[in-house]
């Protein structure tokens, strides 16, 4: 049964930088788009990040030009660089794989992005001073 786990979450300063992970086991996520959400206390679910199986990016305005996704096909691994953070990006923060639910293949589409096949636990990310 596939799985995804996510990791690289943690306590970092405004400013500052972090590269979130999240690693497929039991599928491959060659086939997959790939969407990262993050939610905050009290708020809704946001989507954050896309990347589609041929590589195309889309971003949250709230984080365009300072987070990146990537992937690597060949270690089954997604990433999310996340650098000049700011407080209001605290949340937990989670990826999941899917194809028609998780679109990334024109601008805005990020935030169409509904639920994935597939999902983790999610790790928690905190911008604090």
């Known amino acids: 049964q596939g799985q995804l786990v996510e990791s690289g979450g943690g306590l970092v300063q405004p400013g500052g930088s972090l590269r979130l992970s999240c690693a497929a086991s039991?599928?491959?996520?060659?086939?997959?788009?790939i969407g990262w959400f993050r939610q905050a206390p009290g708020k809704a679910r946001e989507g954050v990040s896309c990347?589609?199986?041929?590589?195309?990016?889309d971003y949250a305005d709230s984080v365009k030009g300072r987070f990146t996704i990537s992937r690597d096909n060949a270690k089954n691994t997604v990433y999310l660089q996340m650098n000049s953070l700011k407080p209001e990006d605290t949340a937990v923060y989670y990826c999941?794989?899917?194809?028609?639910?998780?679109?990334?293949?024109?601008?805005?589409?990020?935030?169409?992005?509904?639920?994935?096949?597939?999902w983790g636990q999610g790790t928690q990310v905190t911008v604090s001073s």
């Open positions: 999941e794989a899917g194809g028609l639910s998780l679109p990334c293949h024109w601008p805005g589409s990020v935030a169409t992005m509904t639920k994935g096949e597939y």
């Open positions: 039991g599928f491959t996520l060659d086939y997959y788009n």
């Open positions: 990347i589609s199986t041929n590589s195309n990016t």
